[in-house]
């Protein structure tokens, strides 16, 4: 999917699950909002790149999803808006910066799905 693009409306639907202001999302994937806006008026897909980082905000929700299910009961817990409201948040893990602020970046997305992979466990510091 990364290689033939992730087609921009799914990447809409991610933003909209995230809550997220779609500036705060073009700025993440270093997409200009009008581009970003033509892209899913035309039905077209994103590059690679623009694709991969969507897919990497994606995950996350899948990520939190899992632990939820692996830790107790899910039923009434809404991963999407966890993960909206966690990726907003400043952290001490990240020097005080939000998750969102490292999500521009593959690294810095391997680093917040690690650092939450780290609370689930307990050795979140």
């Known amino acids: 999917m990364v290689k033939e693009g992730l ?5 809409k639907q991610i933003i909209a699950d995230l809550d997220m202001p779609i500036n705060t999302a073009g700025w993440l994937v270093h997409v200009p909002v009008s581009t970003f806006n033509r892209k899913v008026k035309n039905s077209e897909v994103l590059a ?8 990497g905000l994606a995950k996350l929700i899948g990520q939190v999803q899992a632990m939820v299910e692996e830790s107790g009961n899910p039923e009434g817990f809404n991963a999407k808006l966890w993960t909206a409201r966690w990726l907003n948040e400043p952290l001490p893990a990240f020097g005080g910066a939000a998750p969102v602020e490292l999500m521009d970046t593959m690294e810095g997305q391997a680093l917040v799905s690690t650092t939450l992979a780290r609370m689930q466990s307990g050795a979140y510091a």
């Open 48 to 55: 690679p790149d623009v694709s991969e980082r969507f897919l």
């Open 7 to 11: 087609p921009a409306a799914q990447a």
